[in-house]
């Protein structure tokens, strides 16, 4: 899930404008870049600006501008630009999916026009839903000490999206964008360089969207990249609130270590392997559906999700080579689509590459594949527990794509033992029978598991994200920067942009709409005196 | 607030022993320190060691066991720990205010045996209430897709108590402390240096209530000093879960980048001025009075709370100066109690040097005062705001104990622009009239002040901190590491030592407690399908 850029023009004249403080305007640029088409390996048209600090400078003041403003916004017009947004998003759908084919590779059918493109709106309009609601931010009355308290909006937030969902994670529409705008504040996105015309095709939606509702119009802005150092400088800026990333770990330690420097709330989500044990009994009772399950969760999106399963745990015995045995048949038969881009291939590779050096053997692909396009075989290796516990932590490399690791252990035991060695992870899963067979090893191995994963499954592949107040889509460190939140789930992922701000004594009229008395819309859940309610104080 | 120590001596023999794993056993130290006595500045009998990093990871290595033990630990259980302490202390109060005042020169009655032991008391009450409701963790339930979310324990807990509450913010006993137990986690205690023997006494208190109500033993630990090098290292190691940290900024700041470096949760409280806005109308209306409220909060506890009004923002004219002047009488007529140590007593003026150098000039006040003890002249400084904004940064610089500094004005506007200067704080104050003549003035700078504060009051002094859910103990860096939080309050205390876990698709056996269908004790609040219930899933 890299950032970083493709082939680089320094000095493009003809470069696409960014957004800035309400208007598309030329860059004040160091160079530019174009996308890649994945499929084809061709550049695609387009040059898009490297923005100079002259860019991110005037972004920041936009934006604090706006936050001053946006804290005065009405909760109706920002759930109105959200759902205008999500119209847009909807009336351009056409030419927003062929652009993000274009440039991700990924199928427009179903995926990009019938799943994430609806999921995407779908977050904007659950997410209008919540801002008026206004239970997200948890108003807390002490009607005693008259004090009270709520989450407001923490300032300008920066939003950088990954390769992976050029819709539904996008700087400038996805997840952390709507979680940002719920919570009241402006966001600057950084594009994901890999689909700038995707990104700037929504950020036209998205001012259009600010206009329509009357927003101030440097809630959105658009940047498509910078620097390494003015991405280190901008997250630190005094001006900068937050920042959302998704990406890969090593671009984004760099720049969680700057905003913490500066005391900058930084929340990533950085890398993992999402372990999975399938337990002997589950193994003895369904092998065969299980290696299909397994083969066809691994290659979805050519295993570019977050949550891809990518480092399964078998006990050694006859069951365990037949489920290897169909993976290897499964993941030959099946076509290699292509990857996120040249980038990804190469890192790919590279990760493969490094399982390789410390042990893992391959079982099948394990090569680029010629051209056309940034492909790489539909890849699976294997290792042994000990193999895997000489080298745990370059065995859990992630080879973010189509491959993965199998590691077939001794016993139960030596599951115990890796998983004292395994990495925090977004998600993990534990396969067991039907028959109660698996029980006893589940009722040992789930602690061990638990506290290194966001979210638990059983008997299922981690693939699916649900957009859902229930979700976790987070984990320990250093899957994300903070085990206490998830980037996916709505009220909680906008809880991530807020500040607890305290009332202490201060006169009615002037307290914020959601800690007067009177319930503002009468279904904001408040905590009055110990007790949710939808009611108002005294009664 | 300083945790960095007192007199040193190496290889002393006699040291008192360190709480490890279970058990009273010699430090294996690195050298010794012995606490004074701040209004005699005599040393107080008793060596504590400096213990050397075998120390702390004896305590890591036990808290770890500790913290898989305790995830499986009943509520009743956790709960009674917490009653039985409350009951322990209380039981111990002569001897541990007998210690308390003599280790921090805070008066026995009030302060130290009517107040802040029944709040310590009050805390450990409410947590245990908490625990037994369950509330806390926020149980998020989506029926419809068999999602559900808890939050949970985040690991083993390093606290760093302050010195300026040696019962309710101890590391052993205190509001971190509190939370942290509440919320699961074994807690490792690192006493601060200035009071050691109140640590100790309350530590035999805790262990003793840890056997009664039969927790892993290594739930509570305690060390009195480390090394700075350890200190670091120990926010780092892999085994520790987060860490709470009350006291100086500089030592602050070290330990979080150690622990931000490592992906540790680094929850600190740091630093505050507590600016007050004492607006014309209400200076008018009630000068004399405001001065009196302002002097007596100024010196209560000697100036030595984080919440101390520290920046006091007048508009020049008579009144203001009939302010200072009964301010000035009142400063010099209040009797001068003794400051936490004499460290406390060098960074005082240290800090008002501080201050003077940058053109701030002495009201009254101004210097350490002769033996006994560790005392420094009420004080209070004055600046014009032009003065102000030539170094605002130096001029915010904390002067923790009984100092403060007046900002006189041209205007409004000017107010205005200081605000813009603010560094984050954990409080600021609006004074103003009751005719409306301020509102005006009002609107304009609440929003300027609000973005920068965690709890804002009107017509009220910061330095009461009410133990409440609606209370904001917190604000924005570098008052605090991070807005969202409090240290003071249940529930939302709790939540900073958690980690949120998700379930997905388990099987209804293997679920907590507290997401299984049926609501385990009919009290917990669960949000279930958006909907906060005290019911069970389908109804």
């Not at 991110?56 to 936009?62: H, K």
């Not at 807390?140 to 819709?167: C, E, H, M, Q, Y």
């Not at 930084?266 to 003895?284: D, K, T």
């Not at 299922?460 to 460190?477: D, E, I, L, Q």
Request: glycine share 10%.
């Amino acid at each position: 899930m890299a950032w970083s850029g493709l082939s680089v023009q320094v000095g493009g004249m003809s470069s696409h404008p960014v957004l800035l403080a309400g208007t598309w305007r030329p860059s004040q640029s160091t160079g530019s870049f174009h996308a890649e088409n994945p499929a084809t390996g061709q550049p695609l048209p387009g040059d898009y600006p490297i923005s100079s600090w002259a860019d991110c400078d005037t972004a920041l003041t936009a934006a604090t501008a706006a936050a001053a403003l946006l804290r005065a916004a009405p909760p109706e017009t920002i759930a109105r630009f959200l759902t205008r947004y999500a119209e847009r998003i909807e009336a351009r759908k056409t030419e927003l999916v062929e652009m993000a084919h274009a440039e991700s590779g990924l199928p427009k059918a179903p995926r990009l026009g019938d799943v994430e493109l609806p999921r995407t709106t779908n977050q904007l309009r659950q997410a209008a839903a919540a801002v008026l609601e206004g239970s997200w931010a948890m108003p807390t009355i002490d009607t005693k000490l008259n004090l009270r308290s709520v989450l407001a909006p923490i300032g300008p937030v920066w939003v950088f999206g990954p390769n992976n969902f050029p819709f539904a994670f996008n700087g400038i529409a996805g997840g952390d964008f709507v979680a940002a705008i719920a919570t009241g504040n402006p966001v600057i996105a950084k594009s994901n360089t890999s689909h700038p015309g995707t990104s700037r095709l929504l950020a036209e939606e998205a001012i259009a969207a600010v206009g329509e509702a009357g927003l101030p119009p440097a809630t959105v802005q658009l940047l498509y990249r910078t620097s390494h150092a003015d991405g280190e400088r901008l997250v630190a800026d005094p001006r900068t609130g937050a920042i959302g990333y998704t990406g890969s770990r090593s671009a984004g330690l760099k720049l969680k270590a700057a905003a913490d420097a500066a005391g900058k709330p930084f929340y990533a989500e950085l890398s993992s392997v999402n372990p999975v044990i399938i337990l002997p009994g589950a193994l003895a009772e369904r092998g065969a559906k299980l290696a299909e399950e397994f083969s066809a969760s691994a290659l979805m999106a050519s295993g570019q999700f977050c949550t891809s399963p990518s480092l399964i745990l078998l006990v050694a015995g006859d069951a365990t080579e037949q489920f290897i045995a169909t993976v290897k048949t499964r993941l030959e038969a099946a076509p290699v689509a292509p990857l996120l881009s040249s980038a990804v291939a190469r890192a790919l590779a590279a990760s493969v590459q490094t399982l390789q050096t410390h042990g893992a053997q391959v079982v099948t692909g394990g090569q680029l594949l010629p051209a056309p396009g940034c492909r790489y075989a539909n890849t699976t290796l294997r290792v042994t527990g000990d193999g895997f516990l000489a080298a745990p932590e370059k065995l859990q490399t992630e080879a973010f794509g189509n491959a993965s690791l199998l590691v077939v252990v001794r016993d139960i035991a030596q599951i115990a033992t890796i998983l004292g060695h395994l990495e925090g992870n977004l998600t993990g899963a534990l396969y067991t029978d039907t028959q109660g067979s698996d029980d006893q090893h589940y009722a040992v191995l789930e602690p061990l598991l638990r506290s290194r994963v966001g979210r638990l499954l059983n008997d299922k592949m981690p693939t699916g994200v649900a957009v859902s107040p229930a979700m976790n889509h987070g984990g320990p460190y250093p899957s994300t920067s903070h085990p206490g939140f998830t980037a996916v789930g709505i009220p909680a992922a906008l809880r991530r942009f807020a500040a607890l701000q305290c009332y202490d004594n201060v006169r009615a009229a002037r307290l914020p709409a959601g800690l007067q008395d009177k319930n503002p819309n009468g279904k904001m859940w408040r905590l009055i005196d110990g007790q949710w309610s939808q009611g108002n104080v005294g009664g």
